[in-house]
Structures are given as structure tokens and as C-alpha cells.
């Protein structure tokens, strides 16, 4: 195998492939990218052997078609140290050594046998369902803050896809919930008939993030059985869904929550902040002292000491004392698009309903805290 690519293009590839190799694997080759060259292209493929990150380069010069496995996590090192738009030469000498030569630098990589590498197969019998990349990707960052890292209930620990019909309109939604806090999102979707509810695991959402980010391509998801493809470009992303059945959400979505409180999104984070600052640990509470016109904001800590501030507020109801996890509700509110933030509460122990009155299509659900 030998060719020639140009370091940028490259790099951009590998880039994507540290979030899906594993670092520290007892099998060495999960930690290896593959590169292949055929038909006047080079494919790079990285796994876990629950998700599968595979890019085809077009850009590349070939000299000897072949294909090997060497380290992605030393590879990307040189390449992110090498001069910007450098031509990279790749020479494999034998079947464990990668010669990668450019201007005045020369390495010679350990490889492993391909034969090692995991298959890769790309069949899916899914109806293919066409998403605006941004609209997806705004999707996703909505509701990943509330991804639960609790892995004695996997279920929580991804985000649920699935159909929704409002006023005669079809939505992919997404959700996601810890318990404490929840997150909804949806976008309007055509001709998705065939797509059945799953959940995204919480590293396939990280790495999709990640992607979507760096391209504005379109966007083609199709699911098969227990995975689910997403291809952009000349980029792909294959992933394991949960085996697990989400919990009916809309059970803990407030209906009757009749005191509105309507305050600076701005202010209201920047507040949360500064009196949070007291304390090293950011979930301490924050307590609310919520009164027509203004809000109290404070932090007590028994180990640093207490920080208040006052900001103004509106509100529907007589004063309310309530109190949240500070870092659950700067994460929130920080996602509403919205210069104000509209909080609809009940009384000082019941799931407070936030909506973004810039996104109806969007809201949250935090639970108080004790303290």
C-alpha cells in the first residue's frame, strides 16, 4: 500500500475517529483505524464494536492499493504536529511497519494484521429518512444535558427517538431524562412512517454532535433491527441502540402548573454563577425567593460560605420559596433561545415546567431540591 493525501483532509478524518476508538481496550486493535485503499479511494474505519466511524477520501493520490491497522491515537498525534497543508506520504513496508514521510519528518508506525479488525457490514433494509442538519443537531443539543450517567438503568442512558403527531403535524422527538431533570425536542419531519422508536446511546449522540457540527451536508438517518445508520457526505456513522424500554415520560410533564415566572435568560444565568461561586461542588442548591417583581437568588455552603443576589423577575402568584441544583438549572437555561426564560411552577416540592417561547417545540422539566 502507498499514496499520498494532503495532512489537512486527513486529519479532519481522524479527528472524528478519537471519539469512537477506545484508549484504553484489552483488545489493542479497537484502539488501531483502518486504512484502506481501493478503487481510487481511501476509506478510514474506526470502532468499538458498538459504534463504527467509517469516511471515504476521494482527495488522495494512489500508488499501490492495500490496507492496514496502525494506532489512531499516534497517527492523529503526528499529523496535528505537522505543518498545515502538507503533503503526507504513506509507504507500508511490511505488514507491521507504515512508513509516513513529509518535508523533513520521517516515522515508521507499528501495525497490525487486518485480518484482526472487525467486519464491517453496511446493510440496512430501513426506510432512509432525510433531516436538515442543523434542525437535528439542535435536537440533540437540547436534550443530551439530561442523559443520565446511571448505568444500572441503561435505558436512561441515551436519548429516545420517536414519532409524535401535533395539530396534524408529524415530529421526530427526542427525550431524555436523569430523573431529576427532563428534556424534550422535536422537529417537524416528512415521510417517516416506517421509523420505530429507539434510543441513541450516550456516546453515539456525542460523537453525531461532533459531526454535525463540522459540516452542513444532509443528513440521512435509516435504522435496521437493533442499530442505526447516519450518513453525511462521504461520512458514516453506524451505532448499537439500547435494548431497553424508555419510560412513559409524559407522566412526569407538569399540566396544572398555574404560577408563571418570567425572568432574563441572560441575568438568570449569570446570577445562578456568580452566587454558585461559594461553593466547589456546582450541584449545591440554589435557593429562589421568587416575589412579583424580583428573584433571590442564594447559596449556602456549611464549608465555603453563602453568596445572594436579587434580580428582577415576574411573577403571576404570591412569593415562593423553591430551590434547585444549580449546575441542572444553568444547563437549561443556558439551551433556551429566548431572551427571557418562562418557568411555570406549582409549589416549592413539584417538577417545575420550563418552555422557550423562541422553540415551541421544545421544554424541560426540573425537579426542586431539599435543602
Known amino acids: ?4 493525501v494532503n495532512r489537512d483532509i486527513l486529519l479532519k478524518s481522524l479527528n472524528f475517529v478519537q471519539g469512537v476508538v477506545e484508549k484504553k481496550n484489552t483488545l489493542p486493535i479497537l484502539s488501531n483505524v483502518l486504512l484502506q485503499l481501493k478503487d481510487k479511494k481511501l476509506s478510514i474505519v474506526a470502532t468499538d464494536l458498538d459504534i463504527i466511524f467509517y469516511d471515504e477520501i476521494t482527495e488522495v493520490k494512489v500508488i499501490k492499493e492495500g490496507s492496514t491497522t496502525t494506532s489512531a491515537a499516534i497517527l492523529y498525534d503526528i499529523l496535528r504536529k505537522i505543518s498545515s497543508n502538507s503533503e503526507l506520504n504513506f509507504d507500508l513496508k511490511s505488514e507491521n511497519k507504515l512508513s509516513l514521510k513529509s518535508q523533513n519528518a520521517d516515522f515508521n508506525l507499528l501495525c497490525l494484521p487486518i485480518d484482526n479488525f472487525p467486519s464491517f457490514v453496511d446493510e440496512f433494509e430501513g426506510q432512509e429518512i432525510s433531516l436538515n442538519n442543523s434542525r437535528f443537531l439542535k435536537l440533540l443539543n437540547k436534550t443530551r444535558i439530561s442523559i443520565s450517567n446511571d ?10 427517538l420517536h414519532l409524535t403527531e401535533a395539530h396534524g403535524r408529524n415530529f421526530l422527538t427526542g427525550v431524555a431524562t436523569d ?29 453525531l454532535c461532533s459531526l454535525l457540527t463540522e459540516t452542513s451536508d444532509q443528513l440521512i438517518m435509516q435504522t435496521s433491527e437493533n442499530k442505526i445508520k447516519f450518513s453525511i457526505g ?23 402548573n398555574d404560577k408563571t415566572l418570567i425572568v432574563s435568560s441572560r441575568d438568570f444565568i449569570d446570577s445562578i454563577e456568580r452566587v454558585a461561586s461559594v461553593s466547589l461542588d456546582r ?25 445572594n443576589e436579587k434580580i428582577n423577575a415576574n411573577f403571576s402568584s404570591e412569593n415562593l420559596n423553591i430551590s434547585f441544583n444549580s449546575k441542572y438549572l444553568i444547563e437549561i437555561a443556558s439551551e433556551v433561545e429566548d431572551k427571557n426564560l418562562k418557568m411555570n411552577l406549582k409549589d416549592s416540592v413539584s417538577p417545575v415546567l420550563i418552555e422557550d417561547v423562541s422553540d415551541k417545540n421544545s421544554y424541560y422539566v426540573i425537579m426542586p431540591m431539599k435543602i
Open 151 to 160: 448505568d444500572t438503568r441503561h435505558y436512561l442512558n441515551g436519548i429516545f
Open 234 to 256: 462521504n461520512m458514516k456513522l453506524i451505532s448499537k441502540v439500547i435494548d431497553g424500554k424508555f419510560p412513559d415520560y409524559k407522566k412526569v410533564v407538569p399540566t396544572s
Open 1 to 4: 500500500m502507498q499514496f499520498v
Open 179 to 207: 430523573s431529576h431533570r427532563l428534556s424534550s425536542s422535536s422537529i417537524e419531519i416528512e415521510n417517516a412512517n416506517d421509523f420505530s422508536s429507539l434510543i441513541l446511546p450516550r456516546k453515539t449522540v456525542f460523537q
Open 283 to 307: 450541584k449545591e442548591g440554589v435557593k429562589l425567593v421568587v416575589s412579583s417583581d424580583h428573584v433571590q437568588l442564594s447559596v449556602n455552603s456549611a464549608n465555603s460560605g453563602e453568596g
